[in-house]
């Protein structure tokens, strides 16, 4: 079965300007959570969504937005894009029925912010 | 709150020889713990996982890791390095909602 699809895999943005990833999930997955990978920080987690729902969220600032679709798509947002904000975003599904369920990750998107 | 602590940053082993990787983790009950490996530019791949049970887990490419309760950690290990498993390697904790905490990372460079 299809893995996790993060769309587009690169992008380039000037500081100020707003983003959106998107991620697929796998098929019968409910649950998509997104993290944010920098050399200095490393991996922190972003939000989850479960069933259209946020579930949990990490410390970012209300820039860093998402959603999830009926589909179980789902989508991240960043607006007023800054130079930190360069980094490769990951995106996860799972069953989301809690703890002892596996994560599968997606190749990432690398945002650029210049 | 959970926290995963990885103290190596950064190992060189030779292509052949045995590789472990170390893992502490802070959490306050049973934890779920996983093994995950980042080649250059990619995402996340599962390596194990360990839930419950038989504290020996085995995983994919050859890899296992141990859970020692006594000791908070969960360390990784390969008998017989080969070129391809140079790589960065994570170490994570879930929460109770799945929320997976990352540890720092460990560079794995294998030398022929």
């Known amino acids: 079965k299809a893995g996790v699809t993060q769309t587009p895999r690169y992008l380039i943005k000037t500081r100020g300007q707003q983003v959106t990833l998107s991620c697929s999930p796998i098929?019968?997955?409910?649950?998509v959570s997104w993290y944010q990978q920098t050399p200095g920080q490393g991996l922190q987690f972003l939000f989850e969504?479960?069933?259209?729902?946020?579930?949990n969220k990490g410390n970012f600032p209300g820039r860093f937005s998402g959603r999830q679709f009926s589909n179980s798509r789902s989508e991240m947002n960043v607006s007023t894009l800054e130079l930190g904000d360069s980094a490769l975003y990951l995106c996860?599904?799972?069953?989301?029925?809690?703890?002892?369920?596996?994560?599968?990750f997606g190749q990432g998107t690398r945002l650029t912010v210049v | 709150a959970q926290s995963v602590t990885q103290p190596d940053i950064h190992i060189t082993v030779s292509e052949g020889a045995s590789l472990e990787l170390r893992c502490n983790y802070s959490?306050?009950?049973?934890?779920?713990l996983f093994w995950y490996v980042q080649s250059p530019g990619q995402g996340l791949q599962l390596l194990l996982k360990?839930?419950?049970?038989?504290?020996l887990v085995q995983g994919i490419k050859g890899f296992e890791a141990e859970f020692k309760r006594s000791q908070s950690s969960f360390n990784l290990r390969k008998p017989s390095v080969h070129w391809s498993d140079a790589a960065e390697y994570f170490c994570?904790?879930?929460?109770?909602?799945?929320?997976?905490?990352f540890g720092a990372g460990t560079q794995v460079v294998v030398t022929p």
């Open positions: 996860a599904s799972s069953s989301g029925q809690g703890m002892n369920t596996e994560a599968f």
């Open positions: 098929s019968g997955h409910r649950s």
């Open positions: 969504y479960f069933s259209e729902t946020q579930r």
């Open positions: 959490y306050g009950a049973t934890p779920y």
């Open positions: 360990y839930f419950s049970g038989d504290t």
């Open positions: 994570a904790v879930a929460d109770s909602w799945g929320k997976l905490q």
